[in-house]
Structures are given as C-alpha cells and as structure tokens.
C-alpha cells in the first residue's frame, strides 16, 4: 500500500513541489529506526535533487509519508541541520539550504587539487593495478549508461563513484577521507546541474570515457589535464543553471 501524495512549498517561489511517491520497499523498517528512516529518506531526496534548495519541507507531511510520528522526523531534521543541509523553521518545518555560489566553488577548488593529483597518481600504477581499475570505472560507466537510457534520474550516484574510483586508486588514504568529506556538496551540485538539464548526461559519460581511458594507458598528464577540463566544463554549467 501507499502513502497518500503529499507536497512541500518552494519557500523562495512559493511553488509546490510534491514528494515523490514512495513505494513499501523504501518504507520497510529493515532493522532501522524510525529516525533513521527518517534522516536516509530526506537525506537521499537531499542529495539528489528532489528536494531542491529553497524548498520548506512539512514535519508532518513527512510524517504521514513515512508512516511515523513527527517525533522521529523532528529528529531528522535537527540531524540534516547539523550537517548544513536543512535550516529549520519552528512550526513550520525544515528549509532546503540552498547551494551558494561560494560553496560551488570551494568544492570545485578542493575537488581540482585532490582529483586532478590522484588521477595522475593512479595512472602512474602497475599495468595490473590500472588493469582492475578500468573494469571497475567501465562498471560505474555502464551504470551511468543504464541510467540514461531509464531517463537519468539517479545519475548523481554512479557519477560520484567513478570519481571516488579514481581517488582511491591513487593509493593515499588520507585523501580518499579528504574527498569522502566533500561528497554530499559533490552530489548536490551535480544532481541540481543534471535536474536542470538532463541531456547533459551523456556528455559527462563522453568524458568519463575519456578519462578512463587516458588511466588505462598510463598516461598521467592527460588523465589530470581531462580530470581538471571535466570538472571546470561541469561547474560552469552548474553556475548557469
């Protein structure tokens, strides 16, 4: 059985924009709390582009969604606060925090000086080493060609593990915390770009292809130079956006 449909303002605009409809095996309890259903239900729609910025989400209406008490949607909402993705609003609920153009580009900058150095990295790896990595990277893209094909929706995720892919083939753990650090800003960004303009999909996967293959050769200033065009070429599209 479902929920009953039911939708969150735009708190800039004041457009409606309804809560995707949710299916039992997204409500199944599967061990979890009530607020930790909660928090990975908003969370997920979070990060990819559901609920976009500026968008005053219901404690109630989450509530009824979920087939809770708002007691453990509150709890939710004050976790998603802490982690800078919602503001909240007594008695009238939990604003979307929008992306701003300064964030956009300290993730870009942070991105550029981890991504574009382990690329380098990991193409300077054995040729086995290299070798298992293009079939995990031809996985990811393959995913990403699967999701095109079904509309695109979900794009963001496969996005952001061919990426994390390359990190940690670079072989320095410190790094790969680092960029773990930044994933939730990386997928918010990407996934508003592509909800923007989802034909932008297959683009992104023609450079994907690239890059995976400048790895395999072993080639390490192109994998960092096509590293560093790719995350530029993204940014300025999610700056017109």
């Given at each position: 059985?479902?929920?009953?449909?039911?939708?969150?303002?735009?708190?800039c605009?004041?457009?409606?924009?309804?809560?995707?409809?949710?299916?039992?095996?997204?409500?199944?309890?599967?061990?979890?709390?009530?607020?930790?259903?909660?928090?990975?239900?908003?969370?997920?729609?979070?990060?990819?582009?559901?609920?976009?910025?500026?968008?005053?989400?219901?404690?109630?209406?989450?509530?009824?969604?979920?087939?809770?008490?708002?007691?453990?949607?509150?709890?939710?909402?004050?976790?998603?606060?802490?982690?800078?993705?919602?503001?909240?609003?007594?008695?009238?609920?939990?604003?979307?925090?929008?992306?701003?153009?300064?964030?956009?580009?300290?993730?870009?900058?942070?991105?550029?000086?981890?991504?574009?150095?382990?690329?380098?990295?990991?193409?300077?790896?054995?040729?086995?080493?290299?070798?298992?990595?293009?079939?995990?990277l031809?996985?990811?893209?393959?995913?990403?060609?699967?999701?095109?094909?079904?509309?695109?929706?979900?794009?963001?995720?496969?996005?952001?593990?061919?990426?994390?892919?390359?990190?940690?083939?670079?072989?320095?753990?410190?790094?790969?915390?680092?960029?773990?650090?930044?994933?939730?800003r990386?997928?918010?960004?990407a996934?508003?770009?592509?909800?923007?303009?989802?034909?932008?999909?297959?683009?992104?996967?023609?450079?994907?292809?690239?890059?995976?293959?400048?790895?395999a050769?072993?080639?390490?200033d192109?994998?960092?130079?096509?590293?560093?065009?790719?995350?530029h070429?993204?940014?300025?599209?999610?700056?017109?956006?």
């Amino acid at each position: 059985m479902h929920a009953s449909c039911v939708q969150a303002v735009h708190y800039c605009t004041g457009r409606v924009v309804p809560i995707p409809e949710t299916t039992e095996h997204e409500l199944a309890p599967r061990g979890r709390s009530a607020a930790q259903r909660a928090y990975d239900y908003v969370k997920e729609r979070l990060l990819d582009g559901r609920f976009p910025g500026g968008t005053l989400l219901s404690e109630n209406e989450l509530a009824q969604r979920l087939g809770v008490s708002r007691t453990p949607v509150r709890q939710a909402f004050v976790q998603l606060e802490a982690e800078q993705l919602l503001e909240l609003y007594p008695k009238r609920g939990a604003l979307v925090v929008p992306i701003s153009p300064s964030e956009a580009e300290d993730v870009l900058e942070a991105r550029l000086l981890i991504e574009a150095h382990c690329a380098r990295r990991a193409a300077g790896r054995s040729a086995g080493t290299r070798e298992a990595l293009a079939a995990e990277l031809a996985g990811t893209i393959a995913e990403q060609e699967r999701i095109l094909a079904a509309g695109g929706r979900g794009f963001a995720w496969p996005d952001r593990q061919f990426h994390k892919l390359i990190v940690g083939a670079a072989g320095n753990a410190l790094l790969v915390r680092q960029y773990d650090a930044l994933r939730d800003r990386h997928q918010r960004i990407a996934a508003a770009t592509i909800a923007a303009d989802p034909t932008l999909i297959a683009r992104f996967i023609a450079e994907h292809r690239d890059l995976a293959a400048a790895l395999a050769r072993g080639d390490g200033d192109a994998a960092a130079e096509l590293t560093a065009a790719h995350l530029h070429s993204a940014h300025e599209l999610a700056r017109r956006r």
